[in-house]
């Protein structure tokens, strides 16, 4: 079982910055792919960017060039660096961990908002 807790998420004006971070336990955080997902109230959930054990990182076109995920396994945390934001970011973020070896073993966080408007 792995336990994820996001933080970073609030409000920001267009154009800023924000950091997201999901602090990982319960497990061995180098062993999963780690993930950043945002959702709109009555829309899918869909992947903002991933990074996987070997550091290979993949971004939705949306976010490419603005966003940045990385990775820390002493500490088991993933950070998603926001950029140049824009009000369609807007959504609540769930980070997401996979193990590299089984597709049983899939956890999410509880999500926190971000909120981008003047």
């Known amino acids: 079982q792995v336990q994820l807790v996001e933080s970073g998420g609030g409000l920001v004006q267009p154009g800023g910055s924000l950091r997201l971070s999901c602090a990982a336990s319960g497990s061995i955080f180098s062993l999963y792919h780690m993930g950043w997902y945002r959702q709109n109230p009555g829309k899918q959930r869909k992947l903002v960017a991933s990074?996987?054990?070997?550091?290979?990182?993949n971004y939705a076109d949306s976010v490419k060039g603005r966003f940045t995920i990385s990775r820390d396994n002493a500490k088991s945390m993933v950070h998603l660096e926001m950029n140049s934001l824009k009000p369609e970011d807007t959504a609540v973020y769930y980070c997401n961990a996979k193990h590299s070896m089984s597709k049983k073993y899939d956890y999410w966080g509880q999500g926190t908002q971000v909120t981008v408007s003047s």
């Open positions: 990074i996987t054990t070997l550091l290979t990182t």
